[in-house]
């Protein structure tokens, strides 16, 4: 049946042209922003897994950055150990000199005391950013965030890099060198004690070093899983949410020839109510 009043042809050709406008919409807009899910509209489960993905992104860049901050402490730590070890080494060369009565004691002891003050100056200048693992002056454990662990429920439990700085107390009031005040090679009468003390000394010196070593290893390890596990998320999100431009490009020139052929479509059915005058044509 005809109509003057109700063209159906033009009426779903008109649709049929909305539809393809929208679609070249979305698709001019993909190509443009780079993204094809721009929000949550556009496909609102994809979108909030690639913001979830993007918040652990960026707090991995934080966790880098309270890792490189801790590896700046720690290696300063170690660097502590490494130096008072050599300075005790020195310390106990002077000590198995005393032992030689052709030596004299006064001028070692001066230069044990020289070493002691070495030792008291590189324990003082070992820290960063006001934190010293060395001095004593910590009392709670030196903690780097090492990373955040996302359980299957979405909560997070943060892991930690730990250095007890009681077990890495380097200076002269602490329990490792605190022995160091009492030699004394003008008056020991038992020089054999005195080696034995700086020998404990260095073997615990030794372990602090080792702590020390051992985290920063710990550090360093994490710093670059992080750094790769950032890249692998952000490749990740990047195929959940970019626009596969080849694609699109493909898609672009299908709709734009719909478009043209929607028109011509529509065209036709507005032409249609004219045919009908023929109909009352003598």
């Known amino acids: 049946m005809s109509s003057i009043l109700t063209n159906n042809g033009a009426i779903v050709a008109l649709q049929t042209l909305k539809g393809i406008n929208q679609n070249l919409g979305k698709?001019?807009?993909?190509?443009?922003?780079?993204?094809?899910i721009n929000n949550a509209k556009d496909n609102a489960a994809i979108w909030a897994i690639s913001k979830v993905m993007d918040s652990?992104?960026?707090?991995?860049?934080?966790?880098?950055?309270?890792?490189?901050?801790?590896a700046s402490v720690i290696t300063n730590g170690?660097?502590?150990?490494?130096?008072?070890?050599?300075?005790?080494?020195?310390?106990k060369t002077k000590v198995v000199a005393a032992q030689d009565g052709s030596f004299n004691r006064e001028t070692l002891q001066a230069d044990i005391d020289d070493l002691k003050a070495?030792?008291?100056?590189?324990?003082?200048?070992?820290?960063?950013?006001g934190i010293n693992l060395v001095n004593?002056?910590?009392?709670?454990?030196?903690?780097?965030?090492?990373?955040?662990d996302r359980a299957a429920d979405g909560t997070m439990t943060p892991s930690t890099i730990d250095v007890d700085p009681t077990a890495t107390d380097l200076s002269l009031g602490g329990t490792i060198l605190a022995a160091m005040d009492a030699i004394d090679v003008t008056t020991s009468a038992d020089l054999g004690a005195d080696l034995?003390?700086?020998?404990?000394?260095?073997?615990?010196?030794?372990?602090?070093?080792?702590?020390?070593?051992?985290?920063?290893?710990?550090?360093?390890?994490?710093?670059?899983?992080?750094?790769?596990?950032?890249?692998?998320?952000?490749?990740?999100i990047g195929a959940l949410v970019d626009t596969n431009m080849e694609e699109a490009s493909a898609r672009l020139q299908a709709l734009q020839t719909q478009q043209q052929l929607g028109i011509q479509s529509l065209s036709i059915a507005n032409q249609a109510p004219q045919s009908i005058l023929a109909l009352f044509r003598g």
């Open 27 to 36: 698709t001019q807009d993909s190509i443009s922003t780079g993204k094809m």
């Open 56 to 70: 652990d992104v960026s707090a991995f860049k934080s966790i880098q950055s309270n890792l490189s901050m801790g």
């Open 78 to 91: 170690r660097v502590a150990a490494e130096t008072v070890g050599d300075l005790l080494n020195q310390i």
């Open 118 to 129: 070495q030792i008291t100056s590189a324990v003082s200048a070992s820290q960063f950013n």
């Open 136 to 148: 004593g002056s910590e009392t709670v454990d030196f903690e780097v965030l090492a990373s955040l």
């Open 196 to 236: 034995q003390t700086v020998e404990d000394a260095v073997a615990d010196v030794i372990d602090v070093a080792f702590a020390f070593g051992s985290a920063g290893k710990r550090i360093e390890i994490q710093s670059n899983f992080i750094s790769k596990l950032s890249d692998s998320m952000t490749t990740a």
